[in-house]
C-alpha cells in the first residue's frame, strides 16, 4: 500500500509509553513534518517548543492535570513533549496548529514511535505559570496553545474503532 495512506490508517494515539527518550533525528524529521503542513496564507505562524527535559516535561504534565483537576500523568509517561502554540491574532491559528500536529503524529507512526494529541495547551500557556515557562524559553509574541504532541515508544499495541457509518455523502 502507499506508505502516507498506509500510516494514516495504521496511526493510533498511543497512551503508553516505555522511558526510551526520542533521538535528535527522530525529534527533528517530526518537527520538520510540522514545520511544513498546510498553513493560512503560507504565514507559518505555529510555533513549536519540543521538551524532553525531564523536570519541564514533568511540570508541563502537572500544569496540564491541573486543568482537570485531577494528579494524573496526562502525558501518560511520553518522555517527549511538543508543544504547539500559534499566533492568537491570525484567523486559521488553530486550523495551522492543528494541520501540524497531525502531520507530527503521523510522522511519529512512520518513524515506529507512538503519539498522541493532549489538549488543554491553550489552559496551561494561559496560566501565569505557562507564561512564566514561555519567557523562560525565550518564545515571545501572542500565542494561543493548541495542543501537546506527545512522543516515545509506545508500550502498547492499539486497533483503529471500526468507523461510524453514514458520515460520508458523495455527490457525483
Ligand atoms: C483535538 C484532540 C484532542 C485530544 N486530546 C486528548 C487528550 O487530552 N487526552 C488523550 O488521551 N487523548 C486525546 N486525544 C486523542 C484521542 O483520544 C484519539 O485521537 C481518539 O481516541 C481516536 O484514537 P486514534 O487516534 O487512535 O484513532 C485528542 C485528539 C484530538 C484530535
Redesign the pocket.
Known amino acids: 500500500m502507499n506508505t502516507v495512506i498506509d500510516a494514516m490508517l495504521k496511526r493510533?494515539?498511543i497512551?503508553a509509553y516505555t522511558d526510551e527518550q526520542v533521538t535528535d533525528e527522530q525529534l527533528k524529521q517530526i518537527i520538520d513534518c510540522g514545520l511544513y503542513a498546510p498553513n493560512g496564507m503560507g504565514a507559518q505562524a505555529p510555533v513549536f517548543v519540543a521538551v524532553r527535559d525531564k523536570q519541564t516535561r514533568d511540570e508541563l504534565s502537572r500544569l496540564n492535570a491541573r486543568v482537570m483537576g485531577a494528579d494524573s500523568d496526562?502525558f501518560y509517561g511520553a518522555p517527549c513533549v511538543v508543544c504547539v502554540l500559534a499566533d492568537a491574532q491570525r484567523s486559521t491559528a488553530v486550523e495551522d496548529a492543528s494541520l501540524s500536529l497531525g502531520n507530527m503524529c503521523l510522522a511519529a507512526h512512520s518513524l515506529g514511535l507512538g503519539s498522541?494529541?493532549?489538549?488543554?495547551c491553550k489552559q496551561v500557556f494561559e496560566s501565569d505559570e505557562g507564561k512564566a515557562l514561555l519567557e523562560k524559553w525565550g518564545v515571545k509574541g501572542d500565542l494561543i496553545g493548541v495542543?501537546f504532541c506527545i512522543i516515545g515508544h509506545a508500550d502498547q499495541q492499539?486497533d483503529?474503532a471500526p468507523r461510524k457509518d453514514n458520515r460520508v455523502y458523495y455527490v457525483d
Open positions: 493510533r494515539s497512551k496526562p498522541c494529541w493532549i489538549h488543554r495542543g492499539k483503529a
